[in-house]
């Protein structure tokens, strides 16, 4: 039985990242994602997610622009892609189907999400708000993906525990580790058809009888 093609945008840095990719593409080979990998994306040429796709043997493709629908659409032609997943894409995605391609963002959304919401200034603004009493908790997100930064249909949300100690840093390595924890898994329930979404109307969006992740 084929398996359905994914394709991973995932930025990195011209250093280092790629650490979601990585995992997705672990649980791909121990069933966890029932996925083939077909390439991952990325917008710096010899960072650390070229260094993975090497490790793992993925196609890996260069995308420094321009980010346009055309250019998006180019690249899901040439790996014949049918879903995709943002895993530390900080672009604007265009052109993309939007019941087929999801991100994960590492906070409380809406509220932590927008233009220039990703990374360390997500969990800045979390321990800001939670010094002001404000919040409680932080989050792992999941939603489908428009042409927008972070307003499509959330369909995954986990608590993190914010602490009086911890700082943007401390918040940071313990989100993460929610990420690739559950990024898999509920990837996969969409990939079946678990999850779903027509692409146009929110109150569309569809989850198991059992999910209790909103």
Do not use: C
Request: glycine share 10%.
């Amino acid at each position: 039985m084929l398996k359905p093609k994914l394709i991973i945008f995932a930025s990195g840095t011209k250093d280092g990242g790629g650490s979601g990719f990585e995992e997705l593409v672990k649980n791909s080979k121990t069933g966890i994602l029932n996925a083939e990998i077909v390439a991952v994306v990325s917008n710096h040429e010899n960072g650390g997610v070229r260094q993975k796709s090497e490790k793992w043997k993925i196609p890996f493709e260069l995308f420094k622009g321009p980010w346009t629908s055309e250019e998006y659409k180019k690249i899901l032609e040439k790996y014949e892609a049918e879903w995709v997943s943002l895993s530390g894409w900080l672009k604007l995605a265009l052109g993309l189907p939007p019941a087929k391609t999801i991100n994960i963002h590492p906070g409380p959304l809406p509220r932590f999400g927008g233009p220039g919401m990703y990374g360390h200034f997500v969990h800045e603004a979390v321990i800001e708000a939670f010094k002001k009493g404000e919040i409680k908790e932080s989050a792992v997100s999941m939603h489908f993906v428009n042409e927008e930064y972070d307003k499509g249909p959330i369909f995954f949300r986990f608590p993190v525990l914010v602490e009086e100690s911890d700082t943007a840093e401390t918040l940071a390595a313990k989100t993460n580790k929610i990420e690739h924890a559950w990024q898999s898994f509920i990837t996969d329930l969409i990939l079946r058809g678990e999850i779903s979404w027509d692409g146009k109307n929110p109150e569309t969006l569809k989850v198991p009888d059992w999910y209790d992740f909103l």
